[in-house]
T-cell receptor, first 116, second 112 residues
């Protein structure tokens, strides 16, 4: 299967700072990338969908000015958590889809963000 | 509004026996369903999918059954192995190009 690499795997930052998470498709071109957030013992909640070269589409309730998503190339999408607060602490996961992969989105390994 | 529900948060099964994980959905527009397996601190891994035009799909030890009238699907793992111990998520979609809606997950523990 296709490989999606997410970096960093974990990060600890201070309140008020910004954190950037990268999601790369290593051996395929990702026409669409998705960003999810998972709270402990809860489901994966879709935050936003991004298509290469266009603005991300955010789900209802997700602050687009706080969670900046950039999908500048067919192999890279970034999520920047701006002015992070402790309540932003969570597990963030990206996934990527090609035109041919249909529903089988390929997931990164996730990033554990802790804001102190 | 949880459109995809997995009512059993956990399940324990003995090695070699059958594991049955259940998933219910409320949105009748969903027409593609997937199961993912997730280990701690890792992203989900795709297992098996089924389209609404079918009622069964099988891949090795994994079989997914879909009951559209009941809006219910299940994943059967036979025989269960210790390496199957993980959290299993079902997900649903309306069409192949739309977003996935995930259930809350079921933690499967396969004991020796």
């Amino acid at each position: 299967g296709a490989v999606v690499s997410q970096h960093p795997s974990w990060v600890i930052c201070k309140s008020g700072t910004s954190v950037k998470i990268e999601c790369r498709s290593l051996d395929f071109q990702a026409t669409t990338m998705f960003w999810y957030r998972q709270f402990p013992k809860q489901s994966l909640m879709l935050m936003a969908t991004s298509n290469e070269g266009s603005k991300a589409t955010y789900e209802q309730g997700v602050e687009k000015d706080k969670f900046l998503i950039n999908h500048a190339s067919l192999t890279l999408s970034t999520l920047t958590v701006t002015s992070a607060h402790p309540e932003d602490s969570s597990f963030y996961i990206c996934s990527a889809r090609t035109r041919d992969s249909g529903l089988e989105a390929f997931f990164g390994q996730g990033t554990r963000l802790t804001v102190v | 509004d949880q459109q995809v529900k997995q009512n059993s948060p956990s399940l324990s099964v003995q090695e070699g026996r059958i594991s049955i994980l259940n998933c219910d959905y409320t949105n009748s527009m969903f027409d593609y369903f997937l199961w993912y397996k997730k280990y701690p601190a890792e992203g989900p891994t795709f297992l098996i999918s089924i389209s609404s035009i079918k009622d069964k799909n099988e891949d090795g030890r994994f079989t997914v059954f879909l009951n559209k009238s009941a809006k219910h699907l299940s994943l059967h793992i036979v025989p269960s192995q210790p390496g199957d111990s993980a959290v299993y998520f079902c997900a649903a979609s309306t069409g192949t190009a739309s977003k996935l809606t995930f259930g809350t997950g079921t933690r499967l523990q396969v004991t020796l």
